[in-house]
Protein backbone atom coordinates (compact mmCIF):
# COMPACT_ATOMS: atom_id res chain seq x y z
CA UNK A 1 0.00 0.00 0.00
CA UNK A 2 1.48 3.39 -1.13
CA UNK A 3 1.82 5.91 1.66
CA UNK A 4 1.43 9.84 1.98
CA UNK A 5 4.90 10.00 2.69
CA UNK A 6 5.78 7.94 -0.61
CA UNK A 7 3.62 10.45 -2.33
CA UNK A 8 5.19 13.60 -0.66
CA UNK A 9 7.95 14.59 -3.14
CA UNK A 10 8.60 17.38 -5.14
CA UNK A 11 6.98 18.55 -8.23
CA UNK A 12 8.78 17.11 -11.18
CA UNK A 13 8.75 18.23 -14.82
CA UNK A 14 6.17 15.59 -16.74
CA UNK A 15 4.31 16.03 -19.97
CA UNK A 16 0.75 15.46 -19.31
CA UNK A 17 -1.79 15.02 -22.46
CA UNK A 18 -5.39 14.38 -22.68
CA UNK A 19 -6.48 10.50 -23.79
CA UNK A 20 -7.10 10.22 -27.24
CA UNK A 21 -10.49 9.15 -28.46
CA UNK A 22 -12.68 11.31 -25.65
CA UNK A 23 -11.54 8.88 -23.56
CA UNK A 24 -11.65 9.43 -19.58
CA UNK A 25 -8.37 10.57 -17.84
CA UNK A 26 -5.09 12.09 -18.92
CA UNK A 27 -2.11 9.82 -19.95
CA UNK A 28 1.75 10.17 -19.39
CA UNK A 29 3.71 10.65 -22.26
CA UNK A 30 7.07 8.57 -20.67
CA UNK A 31 7.01 6.80 -17.49
CA UNK A 32 8.43 8.45 -13.89
CA UNK A 33 8.73 7.23 -10.70
CA UNK A 34 5.81 8.72 -9.19
CA UNK A 35 4.21 6.27 -7.09
CA UNK A 36 1.30 3.77 -8.33
CA UNK A 37 -2.44 3.48 -7.53
CA UNK A 38 -3.19 0.19 -5.09
CA UNK A 39 -4.91 -2.63 -7.02
CA UNK A 40 -8.20 -1.21 -4.97
CA UNK A 41 -7.36 2.34 -6.13
CA UNK A 42 -7.90 1.49 -9.63
CA UNK A 43 -10.96 -0.91 -9.19
CA UNK A 44 -12.58 2.34 -8.68
CA UNK A 45 -12.04 4.13 -11.81
CA UNK A 46 -13.68 0.97 -13.76
CA UNK A 47 -16.99 1.86 -15.79
CA UNK A 48 -18.70 -1.15 -13.70
CA UNK A 49 -17.09 0.39 -10.28
CA UNK A 50 -16.78 3.55 -10.83
CA UNK A 51 -17.36 4.56 -6.72
CA UNK A 52 -17.95 7.71 -5.17
CA UNK A 53 -18.07 9.14 -1.61
CA UNK A 54 -19.99 12.05 -0.71
CA UNK A 55 -20.82 13.65 2.78
CA UNK A 56 -22.82 16.20 3.62
CA UNK A 57 -22.05 18.41 6.89
CA UNK A 58 -24.39 20.56 8.44
CA UNK A 59 -23.24 23.92 10.66
CA UNK A 60 -24.43 25.92 13.50
CA UNK A 61 -23.77 29.16 11.46
CA UNK A 62 -23.80 30.66 7.96
CA UNK A 63 -20.13 29.66 6.69
CA UNK A 64 -17.77 31.79 5.07
CA UNK A 65 -15.78 30.71 1.70
CA UNK A 66 -12.75 32.65 1.96
CA UNK A 67 -11.95 31.17 5.33
CA UNK A 68 -12.55 27.38 4.39
CA UNK A 69 -10.23 28.22 1.10
CA UNK A 70 -7.64 29.46 3.67
CA UNK A 71 -8.04 26.53 5.86
CA UNK A 72 -7.77 23.98 3.45
CA UNK A 73 -4.59 25.28 2.01
CA UNK A 74 -2.70 24.31 5.78
CA UNK A 75 -4.80 20.80 5.98
CA UNK A 76 -6.33 19.26 3.51
CA UNK A 77 -4.13 20.44 0.75
CA UNK A 78 -0.94 18.65 2.71
CA UNK A 79 -2.09 15.33 1.81
CA UNK A 80 -0.77 13.87 -1.13
CA UNK A 81 -4.02 12.37 -2.33
CA UNK A 82 -5.61 15.53 -2.41
CA UNK A 83 -2.77 17.60 -4.10
CA UNK A 84 -2.34 14.84 -6.81
CA UNK A 85 -3.39 13.88 -10.38
CA UNK A 86 -4.56 10.32 -12.15
CA UNK A 87 -2.22 9.66 -14.82
CA UNK A 88 -2.11 7.01 -17.04
CA UNK A 89 1.57 6.04 -18.03
CA UNK A 90 1.21 5.48 -22.44
CA UNK A 91 3.69 3.12 -22.31
CA UNK A 92 2.48 0.26 -19.65
CA UNK A 93 -0.97 1.60 -18.77
CA UNK A 94 -0.21 1.86 -15.27
CA UNK A 95 -1.89 4.45 -12.76
CA UNK A 96 0.61 6.66 -11.08
CA UNK A 97 0.01 9.54 -8.32
CA UNK A 98 1.31 12.82 -10.05
CA UNK A 99 1.83 15.62 -7.90
CA UNK A 100 0.10 19.14 -9.04
CA UNK A 101 -0.94 22.23 -7.94
CA UNK A 102 -4.03 23.00 -6.72
CA UNK A 103 -6.41 25.58 -7.80
CA UNK A 104 -9.45 25.70 -5.31
CA UNK A 105 -11.15 27.82 -7.22
CA UNK A 106 -11.83 25.16 -9.39
CA UNK A 107 -12.51 22.56 -6.04
CA UNK A 108 -14.82 25.14 -3.81
CA UNK A 109 -17.89 25.96 -5.20
CA UNK A 110 -20.46 28.42 -3.80
CA UNK A 111 -23.55 28.28 -5.60
CA UNK A 112 -25.77 31.35 -5.75
CA UNK A 113 -28.80 30.83 -3.43
CA UNK A 114 -29.92 34.65 -3.54
CA UNK A 115 -32.75 33.45 -6.18
CA UNK A 116 -33.71 30.34 -4.70
CA UNK A 117 -37.26 30.10 -5.68
CA UNK A 118 -39.58 30.76 -1.77
CA UNK A 119 -41.78 27.91 -3.19
CA UNK A 120 -39.61 25.14 -2.96
CA UNK A 121 -37.75 24.63 0.40
CA UNK A 122 -34.31 25.11 1.45
CA UNK A 123 -34.26 21.14 2.33
CA UNK A 124 -35.17 20.17 -1.24
CA UNK A 125 -33.10 22.74 -2.86
CA UNK A 126 -29.86 20.60 -1.15
CA UNK A 127 -31.45 17.08 -1.91
CA UNK A 128 -31.93 18.16 -5.30
CA UNK A 129 -28.65 19.88 -5.61
CA UNK A 130 -26.74 16.82 -4.03
CA UNK A 131 -28.92 14.44 -6.69
CA UNK A 132 -27.20 16.91 -9.53
CA UNK A 133 -24.26 16.41 -8.03
CA UNK A 134 -24.33 12.53 -8.28
CA UNK A 135 -25.34 12.38 -12.04
CA UNK A 136 -21.90 13.97 -13.00
CA UNK A 137 -18.33 12.84 -12.76
CA UNK A 138 -14.75 14.24 -11.99
CA UNK A 139 -12.44 16.06 -14.51
CA UNK A 140 -9.36 13.96 -14.35
CA UNK A 141 -7.42 17.75 -15.25
CA UNK A 142 -7.51 18.38 -11.27
CA UNK A 143 -7.13 15.90 -7.98
CA UNK A 144 -10.53 14.36 -7.43
CA UNK A 145 -12.31 16.03 -5.11
CA UNK A 146 -14.50 19.23 -4.35
CA UNK A 147 -16.19 20.72 -1.93
CA UNK A 148 -19.72 22.44 -2.46
CA UNK A 149 -20.78 25.60 0.52
CA UNK A 150 -24.63 25.71 0.81
CA UNK A 151 -25.34 28.74 2.57
CA UNK A 152 -29.21 27.92 3.21
CA UNK A 153 -30.96 27.17 6.34
CA UNK A 154 -32.35 23.62 6.20
CA UNK A 155 -34.60 22.38 9.14
CA UNK A 156 -31.22 20.93 11.10
CA UNK A 157 -28.83 23.36 10.06
CA UNK A 158 -28.01 27.29 9.13
CA UNK A 159 -25.74 26.26 6.09
CA UNK A 160 -24.38 23.01 4.87
CA UNK A 161 -21.21 21.85 3.24
CA UNK A 162 -20.94 18.88 1.07
CA UNK A 163 -17.81 16.84 -0.16
CA UNK A 164 -17.38 14.92 -3.04
CA UNK A 165 -14.53 12.41 -3.05
CA UNK A 166 -13.45 9.92 -5.65
CA UNK A 167 -12.85 6.36 -3.88
CA UNK A 168 -9.50 6.10 -5.43
CA UNK A 169 -8.34 8.58 -3.16
CA UNK A 170 -9.24 6.27 0.12
CA UNK A 171 -12.25 4.12 2.36
CA UNK A 172 -14.62 5.81 4.11
CA UNK A 173 -13.13 5.17 7.87
CA UNK A 174 -9.79 6.36 5.70
CA UNK A 175 -11.78 10.56 4.15
CA UNK A 176 -13.65 9.97 8.28
CA UNK A 177 -10.67 10.35 9.88
CA UNK A 178 -8.85 13.01 8.07
CA UNK A 179 -12.48 15.18 7.62
CA UNK A 180 -11.79 14.69 11.87
CA UNK A 181 -8.28 16.18 11.70
CA UNK A 182 -9.49 19.00 10.38
CA UNK A 183 -11.83 19.34 12.98
CA UNK A 184 -11.20 20.65 17.14
CA UNK A 185 -14.02 20.39 20.15
CA UNK A 186 -15.82 23.48 20.39
CA UNK A 187 -15.79 22.48 24.03
CA UNK A 188 -11.48 23.30 23.98
CA UNK A 189 -10.56 24.86 20.03
CA UNK A 190 -7.05 23.30 20.51
CA UNK A 191 -8.06 19.69 21.29
CA UNK A 192 -9.08 16.82 18.87
CA UNK A 193 -12.80 14.74 18.53
CA UNK A 194 -12.34 11.68 20.72
CA UNK A 195 -13.84 8.90 19.22
CA UNK A 196 -15.32 6.01 21.56
CA UNK A 197 -13.23 2.72 21.17
CA UNK A 198 -14.76 -0.82 21.67
CA UNK A 199 -12.50 -2.84 23.80
CA UNK A 200 -12.45 -6.59 22.81
CA UNK A 201 -14.04 -8.72 25.90
CA UNK A 202 -10.68 -11.24 27.41
CA UNK A 203 -11.15 -14.57 26.47
CA UNK A 204 -11.27 -16.45 29.83
CA UNK A 205 -12.00 -19.86 27.77
CA UNK A 206 -10.19 -23.18 28.74
CA UNK A 207 -7.54 -24.84 26.12
CA UNK A 208 -10.06 -27.05 24.86
CA UNK A 209 -12.42 -24.21 24.57
CA UNK A 210 -10.41 -22.21 22.85
CA UNK A 211 -9.31 -24.81 20.29
CA UNK A 212 -13.58 -25.10 19.60
CA UNK A 213 -13.53 -21.45 18.91
CA UNK A 214 -10.60 -21.98 16.24
CA UNK A 215 -12.36 -24.97 14.87
CA UNK A 216 -15.74 -23.12 14.67
CA UNK A 217 -13.94 -19.68 12.78
CA UNK A 218 -12.62 -22.17 10.53
CA UNK A 219 -16.14 -23.84 10.09
CA UNK A 220 -17.77 -20.63 9.27
CA UNK A 221 -15.44 -19.46 7.27
CA UNK A 222 -15.40 -22.22 5.02
CA UNK A 223 -18.77 -21.94 4.80
CA UNK A 224 -18.80 -18.00 3.79
CA UNK A 225 -16.04 -18.48 1.45
CA UNK A 226 -18.65 -21.10 -0.26
CA UNK A 227 -21.27 -18.71 -0.38
CA UNK A 228 -19.35 -16.16 -1.88
CA UNK A 229 -18.02 -18.56 -4.97
CA UNK A 230 -21.79 -19.75 -5.04
CA UNK A 231 -22.79 -16.26 -5.87
CA UNK A 232 -20.10 -15.85 -8.02
CA UNK A 233 -21.51 -17.94 -10.28
CA UNK A 234 -25.28 -18.83 -9.84
CA UNK A 235 -26.87 -17.45 -6.36
CA UNK A 236 -28.36 -13.98 -6.45
CA UNK A 237 -31.11 -12.28 -4.47
CA UNK A 238 -34.45 -12.32 -5.54
CA UNK A 239 -36.10 -9.40 -7.03
CA UNK A 240 -38.16 -7.09 -4.78
CA UNK A 241 -39.33 -3.38 -4.97
CA UNK A 242 -35.71 -2.99 -3.60
CA UNK A 243 -33.78 -4.60 -6.62
CA UNK A 244 -32.52 -2.35 -9.35
CA UNK A 245 -31.80 -2.30 -13.35
CA UNK A 246 -29.04 -3.81 -14.41
CA UNK A 247 -27.41 -0.05 -15.22
CA UNK A 248 -28.16 1.14 -11.84
CA UNK A 249 -24.87 2.12 -10.65
CA UNK A 250 -24.64 4.84 -13.65
CA UNK A 251 -27.87 6.37 -12.47
CA UNK A 252 -28.04 9.65 -9.98
CA UNK A 253 -28.85 8.98 -6.09
CA UNK A 254 -31.23 10.44 -3.68
CA UNK A 255 -29.47 11.03 -0.46
CA UNK A 256 -31.57 11.93 2.49
CA UNK A 257 -30.90 11.29 6.09
CA UNK A 258 -32.92 10.89 9.31
CA UNK A 259 -32.13 11.52 13.06
CA UNK A 260 -32.47 9.67 16.19
CA UNK A 261 -31.68 9.62 19.33
CA UNK A 262 -28.42 7.50 20.48
CA UNK A 263 -29.09 7.56 24.13
CA UNK A 264 -32.83 5.55 22.97
CA UNK A 265 -30.70 2.88 20.55
CA UNK A 266 -27.64 2.44 23.77
CA UNK A 267 -31.31 2.17 25.78
CA UNK A 268 -32.58 -0.92 23.71
CA UNK A 269 -28.89 -2.32 23.40
CA UNK A 270 -28.90 -2.73 26.99
CA UNK A 271 -32.37 -4.04 26.99
CA UNK A 272 -31.86 -6.56 24.77
CA UNK A 273 -27.87 -7.45 25.39
CA UNK A 274 -26.83 -6.52 22.10
CA UNK A 275 -24.28 -4.05 20.54
CA UNK A 276 -25.05 -0.46 19.02
CA UNK A 277 -24.63 -2.29 15.56
CA UNK A 278 -27.12 -4.82 16.31
CA UNK A 279 -29.63 -2.34 17.12
CA UNK A 280 -28.97 -0.43 13.95
CA UNK A 281 -29.33 -3.56 11.62
CA UNK A 282 -32.41 -4.42 13.53
CA UNK A 283 -34.09 -0.95 12.94
CA UNK A 284 -32.92 -1.86 9.04
CA UNK A 285 -34.78 -5.45 9.35
CA UNK A 286 -37.66 -4.36 10.72
CA UNK A 287 -37.73 -0.74 8.58
CA UNK A 288 -37.40 -2.90 5.15
CA UNK A 289 -40.07 -5.13 6.48
CA UNK A 290 -42.71 -2.49 6.64
CA UNK A 291 -41.64 -0.75 3.68
CA UNK A 292 -41.66 -4.18 1.50
CA UNK A 293 -44.92 -5.06 3.06
CA UNK A 294 -46.36 -1.20 1.60
CA UNK A 295 -44.90 -1.76 -2.07
CA UNK A 296 -45.95 -5.44 -2.14
CA UNK A 297 -49.90 -4.30 -0.75
CA UNK A 298 -49.97 -1.62 -3.15
CA UNK A 299 -48.40 -3.24 -6.17
CA UNK A 300 -51.83 -6.21 -5.31
CA UNK A 301 -53.99 -3.76 -4.59
CA UNK A 302 -56.02 -4.74 -7.67
CA UNK A 303 -56.34 -7.99 -6.45
CA UNK A 304 -59.64 -9.56 -4.65
CA UNK A 305 -58.85 -9.58 -0.98
CA UNK A 306 -55.60 -7.68 -1.24
CA UNK A 307 -56.31 -4.56 0.59
CA UNK A 308 -57.14 -6.26 4.00
CA UNK A 309 -54.47 -8.34 4.47
CA UNK A 310 -52.56 -7.20 6.98
CA UNK A 311 -49.14 -9.17 5.88
CA UNK A 312 -48.70 -8.68 2.33
CA UNK A 313 -45.21 -10.35 2.32
CA UNK A 314 -44.34 -13.10 0.21
CA UNK A 315 -43.52 -16.09 2.35
CA UNK A 316 -39.85 -17.17 3.59
CA UNK A 317 -38.52 -13.47 1.80
CA UNK A 318 -35.14 -13.35 2.80
CA UNK A 319 -32.42 -10.26 1.07
CA UNK A 320 -28.94 -9.90 1.71
CA UNK A 321 -26.69 -6.98 2.83
CA UNK A 322 -23.57 -6.35 2.05
CA UNK A 323 -22.14 -4.91 4.81
CA UNK A 324 -18.06 -3.28 4.37
CA UNK A 325 -16.28 -3.22 7.22
CA UNK A 326 -12.36 -1.60 7.31
CA UNK A 327 -10.20 -4.26 8.22
CA UNK A 328 -7.44 -2.43 9.47
CA UNK A 329 -6.80 -0.88 12.69
CA UNK A 330 -7.38 3.52 12.24
CA UNK A 331 -4.42 5.18 11.10
CA UNK A 332 -5.65 7.44 13.90
CA UNK A 333 -6.65 11.28 14.08
CA UNK A 334 -3.52 12.29 16.01
CA UNK A 335 -1.31 10.42 13.08
CA UNK A 336 -2.98 12.45 9.84
CA UNK A 337 -2.57 16.00 11.87
CA UNK A 338 1.09 15.20 11.98
CA UNK A 339 0.97 14.35 8.28
CA UNK A 340 -0.72 17.47 7.33
CA UNK A 341 1.45 19.39 9.86
CA UNK A 342 4.61 17.52 9.44
CA UNK A 343 5.02 15.57 6.55
CA UNK A 344 5.47 12.65 8.43
CA UNK A 345 4.14 9.28 7.77
CA UNK A 346 0.60 7.93 8.26
CA UNK A 347 -1.07 4.63 6.80
CA UNK A 348 -3.59 5.17 3.89
CA UNK A 349 -5.60 3.42 1.55
CA UNK A 350 -8.45 1.33 0.69
CA UNK A 351 -8.29 -1.36 3.32
CA UNK A 352 -11.77 -2.80 3.22
CA UNK A 353 -13.74 -5.95 3.41
CA UNK A 354 -17.60 -6.74 3.50
CA UNK A 355 -19.87 -9.65 4.90
CA UNK A 356 -22.88 -10.96 3.48
CA UNK A 357 -25.41 -10.28 5.80
CA UNK A 358 -28.49 -12.50 5.67
CA UNK A 359 -32.15 -9.87 6.68
CA UNK A 360 -35.30 -12.03 7.19
CA UNK A 361 -38.24 -10.21 6.04
CA UNK A 362 -41.28 -10.76 7.86
CA UNK A 363 -43.79 -9.02 10.22
CA UNK A 364 -43.04 -9.96 14.11
CA UNK A 365 -45.40 -9.39 16.73
CA UNK A 366 -42.51 -8.63 19.25
CA UNK A 367 -40.40 -5.76 17.96
CA UNK A 368 -37.53 -7.18 19.83
CA UNK A 369 -36.92 -10.15 17.85
CA UNK A 370 -35.71 -8.26 15.04
CA UNK A 371 -32.72 -7.08 17.35
CA UNK A 372 -31.95 -10.35 18.44
CA UNK A 373 -32.25 -11.79 15.10
CA UNK A 374 -29.63 -9.13 13.89
CA UNK A 375 -27.72 -10.06 16.88
CA UNK A 376 -27.46 -13.60 16.15
CA UNK A 377 -26.37 -13.03 12.54
CA UNK A 378 -23.98 -10.28 13.86
CA UNK A 379 -22.20 -12.65 16.49
CA UNK A 380 -22.29 -15.55 13.39
CA UNK A 381 -20.11 -13.44 11.50
CA UNK A 382 -17.93 -11.84 13.88
CA UNK A 383 -16.70 -15.48 14.43
CA UNK A 384 -15.58 -15.79 10.28
CA UNK A 385 -12.75 -14.80 8.42
CA UNK A 386 -15.02 -13.34 5.49
CA UNK A 387 -14.08 -9.94 5.70
CA UNK A 388 -10.54 -10.41 4.98
CA UNK A 389 -10.84 -13.54 2.18
CA UNK A 390 -12.74 -10.95 0.54
CA UNK A 391 -10.24 -8.04 1.15
CA UNK A 392 -7.54 -10.65 -0.91
CA UNK A 393 -9.42 -11.51 -3.43
CA UNK A 394 -9.90 -8.03 -4.48
CA UNK A 395 -5.99 -7.48 -4.05
CA UNK A 396 -5.09 -10.67 -5.91
CA UNK A 397 -7.24 -10.83 -8.60
CA UNK A 398 -6.69 -7.33 -10.47
CA UNK A 399 -3.05 -8.69 -10.27
CA UNK A 400 -3.88 -12.28 -11.92
CA UNK A 401 -6.67 -11.64 -14.90
CA UNK A 402 -6.51 -7.64 -14.89
CA UNK A 403 -8.09 -4.37 -13.75
CA UNK A 404 -10.99 -5.03 -16.33
CA UNK A 405 -11.40 -8.62 -15.45
CA UNK A 406 -11.02 -7.60 -11.70
CA UNK A 407 -13.52 -5.37 -11.15
CA UNK A 408 -16.61 -7.75 -12.63
CA UNK A 409 -15.23 -10.53 -10.60
CA UNK A 410 -14.81 -8.63 -7.25
CA UNK A 411 -18.59 -6.44 -8.27
CA UNK A 412 -20.55 -9.45 -8.82
CA UNK A 413 -21.22 -10.70 -5.53
CA UNK A 414 -22.34 -7.09 -3.69
CA UNK A 415 -24.19 -6.37 -7.11
CA UNK A 416 -26.13 -9.77 -6.75
CA UNK A 417 -27.18 -8.61 -2.96
CA UNK A 418 -30.06 -6.31 -2.28
CA UNK A 419 -28.38 -3.39 -0.61
CA UNK A 420 -25.42 -1.75 0.77
CA UNK A 421 -24.95 -1.24 4.83
CA UNK A 422 -22.61 0.44 6.47
CA UNK A 423 -21.87 1.88 10.36
CA UNK A 424 -19.59 4.40 11.12
CA UNK A 425 -18.40 5.43 15.06
CA UNK A 426 -18.28 9.21 15.10
CA UNK A 427 -17.52 12.11 17.86
CA UNK A 428 -18.88 11.81 21.45
CA UNK A 429 -18.58 15.56 21.45
CA UNK A 430 -19.53 18.69 19.63
CA UNK A 431 -16.92 19.56 17.29
CA UNK A 432 -16.09 22.46 15.01
CA UNK A 433 -15.36 22.26 10.95
CA UNK A 434 -12.58 25.50 10.90
CA UNK A 435 -14.50 26.80 13.58
CA UNK A 436 -18.00 26.39 12.76
CA UNK A 437 -19.90 24.35 14.81
CA UNK A 438 -21.39 21.06 12.79
CA UNK A 439 -24.67 20.02 13.66
CA UNK A 440 -24.88 16.15 11.99
CA UNK A 441 -22.64 14.45 9.74
CA UNK A 442 -24.08 12.19 6.74
CA UNK A 443 -21.13 10.49 4.55
CA UNK A 444 -22.61 8.14 1.49
CA UNK A 445 -21.25 6.74 -1.41
CA UNK A 446 -22.97 6.84 -5.35
CA UNK A 447 -21.79 4.78 -8.30
CA UNK A 448 -22.47 1.83 -6.40
CA UNK A 449 -24.54 -1.53 -8.36
CA UNK A 450 -27.20 -1.75 -6.09
CA UNK A 451 -30.55 0.96 -5.76
CA UNK A 452 -30.53 1.12 -1.95
CA UNK A 453 -27.34 1.96 0.32
CA UNK A 454 -27.69 2.58 4.25
CA UNK A 455 -24.82 4.60 6.61
CA UNK A 456 -25.86 4.88 10.23
CA UNK A 457 -23.13 7.57 12.00
CA UNK A 458 -23.03 8.76 15.18
CA UNK A 459 -22.05 11.85 16.43
CA UNK A 460 -22.67 13.44 20.26
CA UNK A 461 -25.94 11.86 21.33
CA UNK A 462 -27.34 11.10 17.97
CA UNK A 463 -27.63 8.36 15.13
CA UNK A 464 -27.86 9.57 11.39
CA UNK A 465 -29.47 6.93 9.30
CA UNK A 466 -28.90 7.96 5.60
CA UNK A 467 -29.99 6.47 2.36
CA UNK A 468 -28.36 7.16 -0.71
CA UNK A 469 -31.47 5.23 -3.18
CA UNK A 470 -31.69 5.18 -7.20
CA UNK A 471 -35.44 7.35 -7.26
CA UNK A 472 -36.43 5.14 -10.24
CA UNK A 473 -36.25 2.15 -7.58
CA UNK A 474 -37.24 3.76 -4.83
CA UNK A 475 -39.68 6.46 -5.99
CA UNK A 476 -40.54 7.67 -2.08
CA UNK A 477 -37.31 7.42 0.00
CA UNK A 478 -38.79 9.50 2.54
CA UNK A 479 -40.99 6.93 3.08
CA UNK A 480 -38.62 4.32 3.27
CA UNK A 481 -36.83 6.69 6.09
CA UNK A 482 -40.60 7.34 8.20
CA UNK A 483 -40.96 3.42 8.09
CA UNK A 484 -37.06 2.66 9.39
CA UNK A 485 -38.09 5.73 12.21
CA UNK A 486 -41.03 4.23 13.10
CA UNK A 487 -39.56 0.85 13.40
CA UNK A 488 -37.05 2.72 15.68
CA UNK A 489 -39.80 3.67 17.40
CA UNK A 490 -41.90 0.77 18.15
CA UNK A 491 -38.68 -0.97 19.03
CA UNK A 492 -37.76 1.53 21.83
CA UNK A 493 -41.41 1.12 23.49
CA UNK A 494 -40.69 -2.71 23.30
CA UNK A 495 -37.50 -2.40 25.25
CA UNK A 496 -38.76 0.33 27.64
CA UNK A 497 -41.61 -1.98 28.91
CA UNK A 498 -39.76 -5.03 28.90
CA UNK A 499 -36.87 -3.13 31.03
CA UNK A 500 -39.99 -2.56 33.27
CA UNK A 501 -41.21 -6.18 33.50
Known sequence: ??????????????????????????????????????????????????????????????IDPDVIKVKLMHTLLQHPRFSSLQVMSKENGEMRWVPTEVDLEKHVIVPDTTCLNMETSCDKYVEDYVFSLTKTRFDFSKPLWDLHLLNVKTADADSVAVFRIHHSLGDG????????????????????????????????????????KVFVLVWNTIIDVLMVIATIFFLKDRDTPLRGPPNVGSTG??????????????????????TVNDVMLGIT??????????????????????TKKKNNLPKNLSIRA????????????HKLVEMMEKGSNAKWGNRIGYVLLPLTIALRDNPLDYVQKAKATMDRKKASLEALYIHSMAETIPNLFGTKTGSVLCLIVPSRTTIWYSNVVGPEEEIAFFGYPITYIAPSCFGQPNAVMLHV?????????????????????????????????????????????
Open 253 to 274: RRVIHRTISLDDVAMIKNATNA
Open 285 to 306: QAGLSRYLNRRYGEANKNKKGS
Open 173 to 212: SSLMSLLLACTRKTSDPKALPSIPVTKKPKSSASRSGKWW
Open 457 to 501: VSYMNKMNMILSVDDTTIPDPHQLLNDLEESFNQIKNAAAISRML
Open 1 to 62: METPEALNHSLKPIRIVPKEDNEEGLTLMADHDEPLLSPMARLFHEPDCNLYVIAMIGFKTR
Open 322 to 333: THFIDIRPSAGI
